[in-house]
């Protein structure tokens, strides 16, 4: 009895976070979908190859207002980080929301109105250790405080920004340097042919695909709101993964 229990209720707990959707998305300047929690990287900190520019896109079907705080912070002291949501800062503190003292209001379905909202460390850092820094955003009421409590849709979205000298001989980076999600299509730029594998969340093989040396389009369209693991290997035996999130 205590097996069939713990059966319903992990059923159940899946059911209920499926139906969980997200309030907002972020995407990058050429609209395609910055999967939530996924790490930017970057080998540069020269300002047209460090600079990321972002949207942040209202799901919901009314006006959404939002804010946004460093959560985490690993190789810097925050104060080479620009920060532009709203307004822009030239340096960052922990748990410190933006805009100070204010919000980013959102319509329906559209982004917010300014065009130069972006990351942009200029923080090398010791030479050795990585920069890291991530950022939440997350819902606020008209008083500038955090929505909490609005069953079925999540109303934060994490984004990590990482640099590092390093990056450039990262085998992964030469294998892959683009990878996006737009109108139900990802898309991988691969600098070699390779084979993909995709599983969801609970183990299950949904796709296998050879990955040729170019542009990639895998229809998703049938797998919305859902969280799927790509592992990749190549003619050499390369392999490694990648987690991402269907909005």
């Known amino acids: 009895m205590r097996l069939l229990i713990s059966i319903l209720s992990f059923i159940i707990s899946i059911n209920i976070y499926a139906q969980i959707e997200n309030a907002f998305i972020i995407e990058d300047s050429d609209g395609f979908v910055i999967a939530d929690n996924e790490t930017l990287e970057f080998d540069s900190i020269e300002f047209s190859d460090a600079s990321f520019n972002f949207f942040v896109r209202n799901l919901t079907g009314e006006e959404i207002f939002l804010r946004a705080e460093l959560t985490l912070i690993s190789g810097t002291d925050g104060a080479g980080m620009e920060f532009c949501f709203g307004e822009c800062y030239n340096g960052v503190d922990l748990f410190t929301q933006y805009p100070l003292g204010g919000y980013v209001s959102i319509q329906s379905g559209e982004t917010q109105i300014s065009s130069g909202d972006h990351f942009f460390n200029q923080d090398p850092g010791d030479g050795t250790s990585p920069v890291e820094y991530s950022f939440r955003f997350f819902m606020v009421d008209q008083n500038g405080d955090e929505v909490v409590s609005i069953p079925e849709l999540q109303t934060d979205y ?90």
């Open 158 to 247: 994490r984004v990590n920004y990482l640099y590092s000298s390093n990056l450039g001989l990262n085998e992964f980076d030469s294998l892959i340097t683009n990878f996006r999600f737009n109108d139900n299509q990802l898309n991988i730029i691969s600098m070699e042919n390779m084979f993909i594998s995709i599983y969801n969340i609970h183990g299950k093989k949904i796709l296998d695909k050879n990955i040729l040396i170019g542009d990639n389009f895998i229809d998703f369209s049938s797998f919305a709101h859902k969280t799927l693991i790509l592992n990749f290997e190549t003619k050499d035996n390369i392999k490694f993964s990648k987690k991402i999130l269907i909005p």
